[in-house]
C-alpha cells in the first residue's frame, strides 16, 4: 500500500490531503500506464505539484521505477527525484550532462532509456513536472514528441509506462492538444471538504473559511498567499497584478473588448457567446495565455483529473464553458479596469 507524499504548506510538512478521485486515478494509471503522454493542465497553483509528488509515491508502490523532474522548483532536491534503484543510472547520465539542470528534460528521458534497457521489462514512469514552463513553449512539441517516441519506439522491451507532464501555461492546449501525442486532463482547484482541510492547518486569527474560499475558491497557493500576507487581500491582489502587468495589458485592449471583459467579471460565458467575433477572440485567447480564465469545455469526468469545478457559480467566476483560474484573478482584472475606465 502507497503512503501519502510529503508536501510543504505554508512553512511545514504536511501530507497530501483529500482528492480521493485523483488517488484513485492514479491507481487506474499504475496499472495500465499512459497512451499517449498525459498533460495535466489547470489552474497555477491548484495543485498540480502535489499531484506529481503523490504520484510518485503510488507508482512506485506499483513497481515502477520513477523519475521525476519539477525543473523549476526552488528546492534543489526537487529537481530531479528518483527511485533509489535508479542511482547507478542516474549517475551514469549526469557524466554526461555537465549541466543538467538546464537540460533536465533531456537527462529525465535519457534516465528512462537506458532503464528499458538495463532492466528486465521494468515499469518505467517520467512525471515531468511544468515541462513546458521550464523548456520554453516554443520547445512543447518537440519534447511531446520526444516522449511519445519512448513509449512508441522505446530502446528496450518495457513492461508498461507511465509518462506525465503538467503545465499551467494557458498556451498548452494550442500548442499541443491538436497533436495526437498527448491526452490533456484538467484538474481543477481543490474541492470545499480539502480546502477546509487546509484551512484548519491555518493559526489563528483567521478569516473565517466562507470569506477564504470566496477569495480561493479552492485554490490552496491563493490561501496561502493570504496567509503569508497576514490576510490583506487588498496587499495580494495588488502584487497579483502588477507582476502580471495588468494595467498595461487591459489598457491595450479596445472598447468592444473592455465590455466583453467587464460583462465576463460576472458571467465569464458572455466570452463563448461573443466568440464569432474576432475581436473577442483575440481577447479570449489572450486572457488565457496570461493565465487568467480557462476554458472548460465541458465537466465529463473522463476529461479531468480528480473533479470538474462546480458547476455554474457566478460568485467564483466559473461559467458552463469558462472560468476565472481563481476568484482573485477575477477580482484583479475587476479593479484594474475600475481604475483605468
Ligand atoms: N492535495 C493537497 N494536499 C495538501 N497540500 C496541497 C495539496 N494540493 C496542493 N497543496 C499545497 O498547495 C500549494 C500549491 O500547490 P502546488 O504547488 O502543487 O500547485 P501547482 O498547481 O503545482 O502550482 P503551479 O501552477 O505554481 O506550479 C503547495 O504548498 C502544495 O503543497
Ligand atoms: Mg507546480
Not at 504548506?9 to 482528492?19: G, S
Request: proline share 5%.
Amino acid at each position: 500500500m502507497w503512503r501519502r507524499a510529503k508536501l510543504r504548506f505554508m512553512d511545514r510538512e504536511i501530507i497530501f490531503v483529500d482528492r480521493e478521485r485523483a488517488l484513485k486515478q492514479l491507481e487506474e494509471i499504475a496499472e495500465r500506464g499512459t497512451y499517449p503522454v498525459y498533460v495535466v493542465y489547470g489552474p497555477e497553483g491548484c495543485g498540480k505539484t502535489a499531484f506529481f509528488k503523490q504520484a510518485f509515491e503510488i507508482l512506485e508502490s506499483f513497481g515502477y521505477y520513477v523519475v521525476y523532474s519539477s525543473p523549476l522548483s526552488k528546492e534543489v532536491e526537487e529537481l530531479l527525484r528518483y527511485s533509489s534503484s535508479l542511482g547507478e543510472i542516474v549517475r551514469e547520465v549526469l557524466k554526461l550532462f555537465p549541466e543538467p539542470y538546464s537540460r533536465i528534460a533531456d537527462v529525465v528521458i535519457n534516465i528512462a532509456g537506458r532503464a528499458m534497457k538495463r532492466f528486465s521489462k521494468p515499469r518505467i514512469a517520467i512525471l515531468l513536472d511544468d515541462l513546458f514552463q521550464a523548456v520554453g513553449i516554443d520547445k512543447a512539441e518537440i519534447y511531446t514528441k520526444a516522449l511519445l517516441n519512448l513509449i512508441e519506439y522505446p530502446s528496450g522491451d518495457y513492461e508498461k509506462i507511465v509518462v506525465l507532464v503538467s503545465s499551467s501555461e494557458g498556451i498548452t492546449r494550442e500548442r499541443v492538444g491538436r497533436h495526437r501525442w498527448v491526452d490533456i486532463y484538467l484538474m481543477w482547484n481543490m474541492s470545499r471538504k480539502g480546502f477546509e482541510e487546509l484551512y484548519n492547518m491555518l493559526p489563528d486569527p483567521k478569516p473565517s473559511l466562507d470569506i477564504l474560499w470566496a477569495w480561493a475558491g479552492g485554490n490552496p497557493w491563493v490561501l496561502q498567499e493570504l496567509y503569508r500576507n497576514r490576510w490583506q487581500i487588498d496587499l495580494v491582489i495588488e502584487r497579483f497584478a502588477k507582476e502580471r502587468k495588468l494595467r498595461t495589458l487591459l489598457t491595450s485592449l479596445d472598447r468592444e473588448e473592455i465590455e466583453v471583459l467587464k460583462t465576463s467579471l460576472e458571467n465569464p460565458d458572455i466570452i463563448f457567446k461573443s466568440l464569432r467575433n474576432p475581436v473577442i477572440q483575440k481577447l479570449e485567447k489572450l486572457l488565457i495565455e496570461m493565465n487568467l480564465l480557462i476554458e472548460i469545455w465541458d465537466r465529463d469526468e473522463r476529461l479531468w483529473i480528480d473533479v470538474p469545478p462546480p458547476e455554474k457559480d457566478t460568485e467564483l467566476g466559473i461559467g458552463e464553458y469558462y472560468a476565472w483560474q481563481t476568484p482573485l484573478h477575477k477580482e484583479a482584472v475587476k479593479r484594474i479596469l475600475m481604475q483605468i475606465l
